[in-house]
């Protein structure tokens, strides 16, 4: 099972983005969507699938958190 997970954009350089979501930092591909520095984008295998809204994007990031504190051994 894959998940598309949001993610703040911070730098974007020659079709690629270097992201940051819930503590990790990577970078994707963003050659199939042009984000700029201060996007919500969704983020899977990744690649950049879309730019996201910031509010939805944020409520998104706060689902996920409530999840992971209410799963067995979560924090």
Do not use: F, H, T
């Amino acid at each position: 099972m894959c998940l598309s997970v949001p993610a703040k954009v911070l730098e974007v350089k020659d079709g690629r983005a270097v992201v940051e979501s819930r503590g990790w930092k990577r970078e994707v591909d963003a050659s199939l969507i042009a984000p700029a520095v201060g996007d919500y984008v969704l983020v899977q295998m990744g690649v950049v699938l879309e730019i996201m809204d910031r509010k939805e994007a944020l409520e998104a990031l706060e689902v996920l958190e409530r999840m992971d504190m209410e799963a067995p051994g979560g924090a």
